[in-house]
């Protein structure tokens, strides 16, 4: 059995993670609101755009656009969305198990697969596959819309040249705050977007007056369009990875405090023992003199 | 009280303007435009530029980037990339933009690069522009 210094030190040093993980908790749900504020606001951009994209769609003649192009796909690029720091349970090893299982089933159709890796943690995990094509790393924590861009501007140049024909994004849909699901969204062929609100709609694009012609404006929102999906993944997954870590540092805490909780017992109950044992020592040496 | 139609201007990180307005001018695809109540529907992508719009007799002018606008129902709704108020522009942050991307574009010329050309060039266009929006207003 443990002395009652080991026990004392190790209460002392559970105590101290409790009190990490705590203040990592409020740390993640201050952040979390900040993330949910910021996916808000993106989404009055982004219900704007596929309305307006809808509108489009009726228009124009789709099979004229190189994003657009239906190819028989031999390669698949797998753009994976997942956090740069750890510490949030398992949110992160779900996105990437599904990319792991998305890659096996397209290779067992003979297909090829790399991946784009958005986030520290899934270019860790896929850098031993030798099929990441390209990282991008640190920017989960602060990212802007021109991060979105760089990266949707990579991967449709690829896309364009012909050395990928599907574009898959992976990421941690953001359900509430105590579910976080991995999601896929297809990227590229870029689908026509599907009219949102029926017939009316329709009539009216027909009217519209397009500045230069449809085509061309095409050609200016689909690249717009991509940079809105994946700029929607990464906040999705700003805002997941936050939620998932206060949940894991709730139970960590909660964790914290059961072994707490336990070792005090223990404690108290070796206390007692060597209390006991010292005067059964008196009354021996007592009883040891009178006779 | 004339006409007025309703201006959006909405960004990545939320909207900017939302207001009832007499007229709006935009830097259109071919060129700049104004739209006053009840334009027809229309929809039109964006250069970089000064976008204005007055409401009786009050003038604003708004820095926009990168994106297109809709007309329809009397609303007219800016999609752009970034939008910023004359006032608020950070001047000094543009004038050291406007020397980057100067530098950037001369050493993209030398190597003749034409991805980093193209990009040094709208830095420039949009360093330009907020400087012009903010001596405006």
Do not use: W
């Given at each position: 059995?443990?002395s009652?210094?080991d026990?004392?030190n190790?209460?002392?040093?559970?105590k101290?993670?409790?009190?990490?993980t705590?203040?990592?908790?409020m740390?993640a749900?201050?952040r979390?609101?900040?993330a949910?504020?910021?996916?808000?606001?993106?989404r009055a951009?982004?219900?704007k755009f596929?309305?307006a994209?809808?509108n489009?769609s009726?228009?124009?003649?789709?099979?004229?656009?190189p994003?657009?192009?239906v190819r028989?796909v031999a390669?698949?690029?797998?753009v994976?969305v997942?956090?740069?720091r750890?510490?949030c349970?398992s949110f992160n090893?779900?996105?990437?198990?599904?990319?792991?299982?998305?890659?096996k089933?397209?290779?067992a159709?003979g297909k090829?697969?790399?991946?784009?890796?958005v986030g520290k943690k899934?270019?860790?995990?896929?850098?031993k596959t030798?099929k990441?094509r390209k990282?991008y790393?640190?920017i989960?924590?602060s990212?802007?819309?021109?991060h979105?861009r760089?990266?949707a501007?990579d991967?449709a140049?690829?896309f364009?040249k012909?050395k990928a024909?599907k574009?898959e994004?992976?990421?941690?849909?953001f359900?509430?705050?105590a579910?976080?699901?991995?999601?896929?969204?297809e990227?590229l062929?870029?689908?026509?977007?599907?009219?949102?609100s029926?017939?009316?709609?329709k009539?009216i694009?027909?009217d519209y007056?397009y500045?230069p012609?449809?085509?061309?404006i095409?050609d200016v929102?689909q690249p717009l369009?991509?940079?809105v999906?994946?700029?929607h993944?990464?906040l999705?997954?700003g805002?997941?990875e936050?939620?998932?870590r206060?949940?894991?540092?709730?139970n960590?805490t909660?964790?914290?405090?059961?072994?707490?909780?336990n070792?005090?017992?223990?404690?108290?109950?070796?206390r007692?023992?060597?209390?006991?044992g010292e005067?059964?020592d008196?009354?021996?040496?007592a009883?040891?003199l009178?006779g | 009280?004339a006409?007025?139609i309703?201006?959006e201007v909405?960004?990545?990180?939320?909207?900017?303007v939302?207001e009832d307005?007499?007229i709006?001018?935009?830097?259109g695809?071919?060129?700049?435009?104004?739209?006053?109540?009840?334009?027809?529907?229309?929809?039109?992508?964006?250069?970089?530029?000064?976008?204005s719009?007055?409401q009786?007799?009050?003038?604003e002018?708004?820095?926009i980037?990168g994106?297109f606008?809709?007309v329809?129902?009397?609303?007219?709704?800016f999609l752009v990339?970034?939008?910023?108020i004359g006032?608020q522009i950070?001047?000094?942050r543009?004038?050291k933009a406007?020397?980057r991307?100067e530098?950037r574009?001369a050493?993209a010329?030398?190597h003749?690069?034409?991805?980093?050309?193209?990009?040094?060039e709208?830095?420039?266009q949009?360093?330009?522009?907020r400087?012009?929006v903010?001596k405006?207003?």
């Open positions: 059995m443990a009652l210094k026990i004392k190790k209460i002392v040093g559970v101290k993670t409790a009190q990490i705590k203040a990592m908790n740390v749900s201050a979390l609101r900040g949910q504020t910021k996916m808000e606001a993106f951009y982004s219900s596929d309305e994209m809808s489009l009726g228009g124009a003649n789709i099979s004229a656009f994003l657009m192009e028989n390669t698949v690029e797998i994976v997942t956090s740069d750890g510490l349970g090893a779900n996105i990437n198990k599904l990319a792991e299982k998305k890659m089933a397209y290779e159709e090829k697969v790399s991946f784009v890796c899934s270019s860790q995990y896929f850098k030798g990441v990282a790393t640190d989960m924590a990212f802007q819309m021109f979105a760089e990266i501007q991967v140049d690829n364009v012909g024909d574009v994004v992976l990421y941690g849909h359900k509430s705050v579910v976080q699901q991995p999601a896929v969204q990227m062929p870029v689908q026509p977007v599907a009219d949102v029926g017939a009316s709609k009539a694009s027909g007056i500045e012609s449809t085509e061309e095409m929102m369009y991509l940079n999906i994946l700029y993944a990464m999705e997954v805002a997941s936050h939620a998932a206060m949940t894991a540092m709730e960590a909660s964790a914290c405090r059961d072994i707490v909780n070792l005090t017992l223990v404690y108290n109950k070796a007692q023992a060597a209390v006991t005067l059964m008196i009354v021996g040496g009883e040891a009178k | 009280m006409q007025q309703r201006l909405v960004t990545p990180n939320g909207a900017v939302s307005v007499d709006v001018n935009a830097p695809y071919g060129g700049d435009f104004g739209v006053l109540a009840n334009h027809a529907p229309f929809l039109s992508t964006i250069r970089i530029g000064l976008l719009y007055e009786g007799k009050k003038r002018n708004l820095m980037s994106g606008c809709e329809s129902n009397n609303k007219i709704t990339e970034s939008a910023e006032q950070d001047v000094d543009a004038m406007k020397e991307a530098q574009l050493k010329a030398q003749d690069d034409l991805i980093n050309r193209t990009r040094a709208a830095a420039l949009r360093a330009l522009a400087m012009k903010s405006m207003s």
